[in-house]
């Protein structure tokens, strides 16, 4: 399915709430690119390019360091879920609220 240009923030389909407040984001990533963004939606995920390649997990570490110094949060409130060697990934995000996630997303986009 190809990248929407819709907003991130008007469709917030891929974002969800678990136990504890857990916030869980579905990412499509798309490791390899020029630099490091998030550009869209994908389906019902959130599209993220990645600057650096898919290799020993370098690509899942630059994925918590952009949201941890994005949200403002240290990188141990963020883990990868799901999706390990997957393009499809699942983060869980703790220490903080669905509104303060898409308030500091919205600051950045």
Do not use: Y
Not at 3 to 22: F, R
Not at 61 to 69: G, R, T, W
Not at 78 to 103: P, Y
């Amino acid at each position: 399915m190809p990248t929407n240009p819709e907003s991130p923030l008007t469709n917030t389909n891929w974002l969800s709430i678990g136990k504890n407040n857990v916030l869980f984001l579905a990412i499509h990533a798309q490791p390899a690119a020029k630099r490091t963004a998030i550009v869209g939606i994908h389906g019902d995920k959130l599209k993220v390019c990645l600057a650096s390649p898919p290799v020993d997990g370098k690509a899942n570490s630059v994925l918590i360091k952009f949201f941890a110094k994005l949200l403002r949060i240290p990188k141990g409130s963020i883990e990868l879920a799901r999706g390990e060697t997957s393009r499809e990934k699942t983060l869980a995000v703790s220490r903080l609220s669905s509104e303060e996630l898409l308030e500091r997303l919205k600051e950045c986009l």
